[in-house]
């Protein structure tokens, strides 16, 4: 529909009304304002502390069908030569996660090589060597739209939308803006987890080495503190020469403790 602002001024003649219409603008209000609402939901789906990582994905991956209008969304990662579905959003239940299929037969694997977004409404049209691979052939896959994900540097994987019908219309750059937004924070979400684990990882290490290092030198010290009560009682110095021992024991793993820290 059309929408007009009416404005009404006192005149000479009684009263003067003027009309403009003001469609485009409520329209671009009425964007924006679905903008906040989906970049919000976003924000609670990411923020909420309750949920695994992979159930944070799947609703992104929702948002994004929502928005672009699509039937599949996937967060894939790529194993050598195959491509690995981890989180897939599949209506029809034939793409599992955990799947794998053959990279080179994938629109994905453009996206991972060139490491940029790969947009496309209508692959047969715009993109006629990629209607050659399985995933058109096989899959029926008619339009795609993915972003690379990149971890530490290095290609992940992807974060894709794909349909089997081509697009009437193209991809807006909102479309495409918020797909990237949402490949990079599964992005720097993978690389926090990352992080996280080798922080667990030297922790656990470090427990161990304590452990180690306590029960090492715990054994030399009671020695050297059981001589000492016997010492006490009967003034035998051999007991002296084997508390000496135990002390000469425990200076020895002192200096291989700090040879082993400074090594990391």
């Given amino acids: 529909g059309t929408w007009f602002e009416v404005r009404a001024y006192p005149s000479l003649d009684g009263l003067s009304v003027y ?16 903008r906040e609402r989906i970049l919000k939901e976003m924000y609670r ?24 209008g699509t039937d599949y969304g996937a967060l894939s990662s790529r194993a050598g030569d195959e491509y690995v579905f981890e989180v897939v959003r599949d209506p029809t239940g034939d793409t599992q996660p955990g799947d794998r299929v053959s990279l080179d037969e994938t629109n ?60 009437a219309e193209p991809f807006s750059d909102w479309e ?18 990352r992080h996280q684990s080798e922080i667990a990882r030297e922790r656990n290490r470090l427990e ?20 000492i009560d016997v ?7 051999e007991h002296f020469d084997a508390i000496e021992r135990s002390l000469q024991r425990m200076d020895t793993l002192i200096e291989d403790i700090l040879s082993v820290a400074r090594d990391g």
Wanted: proline share 3%; with cysteine; charged share 30%.
């Fill in 19 to 34: 009309f403009q219409d003001v469609t485009d603008r409520k329209h671009r209000i009425e964007r924006l304002q679905e």
């Fill in 45 to 68: 789906v990411v923020s909420e502390k309750t949920l695994s990582f992979e159930e944070q994905v799947d609703r992104l991956l929702s948002i994004g069908q929502s928005v672009l």
């Fill in 108 to 167: 994905c694997e453009r996206a991972i090589v060139t490491e940029e977004t790969l947009v496309l409404e209508d692959i047969a049209r715009d993109a006629p060597e990629l209607a050659e691979r399985a995933g058109y052939t096989d899959d029926g896959i008619a339009c795609y739209l993915g972003t690379p994900v990149v971890v530490e540097g290095e290609v992940y994987g992807t974060f894709c939308f794909y349909d089997r019908e081509p697009r």
């Fill in 176 to 193: 495409i803006a918020l797909v990237e937004l949402l490949g990079n924070w599964v992005s720097y979400e993978q690389e926090r987890r």
């Fill in 208 to 227: 161990e080495f304590a452990s180690v290092v306590s029960h090492d030198l715990r054994n030399p010290l009671s020695v050297a503190l059981g001589r």
């Fill in 231 to 237: 010492a006490r009682e009967t003034g035998d110095e």
